[in-house]
């Protein structure tokens, strides 16, 4: 039976739910709900019109209702009168299929049919920038490498702290908050779990940096490229699919400690990397991060080819430990469920094709891939990644050709709008279209 939200309400004394989804563009939209509504809301849902979001949808279209789940609910820490929920849209009595939350769903009922649950967690980075996004906001944070360095984490402590707090309270999980490979960047981690709760954590995850960002005078940015000379954002998630309490992906006999059911998962990950690359890097502004040059700190920590290895952070995917890997393609601006909805898409098609990965390559890729002129290279544009997802086959038949054109239709019309304007040329300055369009992503 459905959790009673305004029951919780009265519990919590919560006055207010944010009933939100997530739109195509990975904007987070809500409506406000006092809790004498709260009833009705989880029941028939609160009204949205699809055309006002990034959803393939014109001003004719019947209204679409946000069903909250209830199982997402999160009581705002910085301010309890508040419970943010995330929802799925529905449209004349069916779920919106070309919805994020919707999509992700569909993946993980194709696993479940399987007896299987896929876990995952992230590593989201952020900059702290000026309010104007023009420069970070430490003035004393000047070092080429940063990395670690303690004492620009820590001139951050109330806002880290106030962030890690939350978290705590909220049951995340929280292990570790550290300055990141560039000026101004940090990242924070919380615990792995269901794909579905880290999609909805990770949402969540990014309007609470961003709102506590304001609250000390600063604001929060996961843009892939905010600066040309320093390290971007990434969000490198790390994959496992479990039976029960049994990781299926873990071999001890094997010397990177994956199972067969792994290396086929890994196979349909590598066999779509390029297509994907268009959910993993949806901005113009994403492809100054991966195929880049080094940066300030002597390496841009992002992929250019498409490869595995072991402990090796120059390679497209990294296994770490035994019973997981680390998918490092992904950057800040990529939707939370899409992200996770398209891993578990490609890995759904190495299981069923029973898709073989290759060899792992041991090299400094970074130092050494002029040695390798066969290994696939990802997309250098986003123009490229989309016409990659078009014509694959593949990923069309996971999420309906009709919802991949949707998305590829809305984004070709963004870089439209960007050309009119702009060229993209990685050799010069980050773009004013890129920064207005990219830095509240």
Request: with cysteine.
């Amino acid at each position: 039976m459905s959790k009673n939200l305004f029951k919780i309400a009265k519990e919590k004394k919560i006055k207010y739910f944010l009933i939100s989804f997530v739109d195509l563009f990975g904007v987070l939209r809500s409506k406000l709900v006092p809790t004498r509504a709260i009833k009705e809301m989880q029941e028939a849902g609160a009204g949205f019109a699809g055309f006002a979001a990034w959803l393939d949808m014109s001003p004719a279209d019947s209204d679409m209702f946000g069903i909250p789940d209830p199982d997402s609910l999160i009581q705002l820490p910085w301010n309890k009168e508040v419970g943010w929920l995330a929802s799925d849209l529905w449209m004349n009595g069916k779920p919106v299929e070309a919805s994020p939350r919707v999509m992700l769903k569909n993946q993980i009922k194709k696993l479940k049919k399987k007896g299987l649950q896929m876990k995952s967690g992230v590593e989201c980075e952020y900059f702290l920038i000026s309010t104007d996004g023009n420069s970070i906001a430490d003035p004393r944070d000047t070092q080429s490498k940063p990395c670690y360095d303690q004492s620009a984490l820590m001139r951050r402590y109330d806002l880290i702290k106030e962030i890690c707090d939350c978290m705590i309270e909220m049951g995340w999980g929280p292990y570790q908050n550290d300055h990141e490979d560039a000026n101004g960047q940090f990242e924070m981690n919380w615990d792995y779990d269901d794909c579905l709760v880290t999609a909805d954590r990770h949402t969540f995850f990014k309007f609470m940096v961003k709102t506590i960002a304001e609250k000390h005078g600063l604001r929060a940015t996961f843009m892939p490229k905010p600066f040309e000379n320093l390290t971007g954002n990434g969000c490198h998630a790390h994959i496992s699919v479990w039976d029960g309490k049994k990781n299926k992906f873990l071999d001890k006999s094997n010397n990177l400690g994956l199972s067969k059911m792994a290396y086929n998962f890994l196979g349909g990950v590598i066999k779509n990397a390029s297509s994907l690359s268009a959910f993993f890097n949806p901005t113009i502004n994403s492809y100054r991060r991966i195929n880049a040059p080094p940066t300030k700190s002597g390496a841009s920590w992002s992929p250019s080819s498409i490869s595995y290895t072991g402990n090796n952070r120059t390679h497209m995917i990294r296994i770490p430990d035994p019973g997981r890997f680390e998918l490092r393609l992904m950057d800040g601006s990529a939707n939370p469920y899409l992200l996770q909805a398209s891993v578990l898409a490609a890995g759904l098609d190495g299981l069923k094709n029973k898709i073989e990965p290759g060899k792992p390559l041991n090299c400094n890729m970074y130092e050494d891939h002029e040695k390798y002129p066969n290994l696939p290279k990802l997309p250098d544009e986003l123009s490229q990644s989309l016409e990659e997802l078009k014509n694959n086959k593949d990923m069309n038949d996971a999420f309906g050709q009709e919802t991949i054109n949707s998305y590829i239709k809305l984004r070709n019309s963004e870089i439209k709008e960007f050309k009119q304007k702009e060229n993209f040329d990685k050799t010069k300055a980050i773009t004013r279209w890129e920064r207005d369009n990219t830095l509240d992503c």
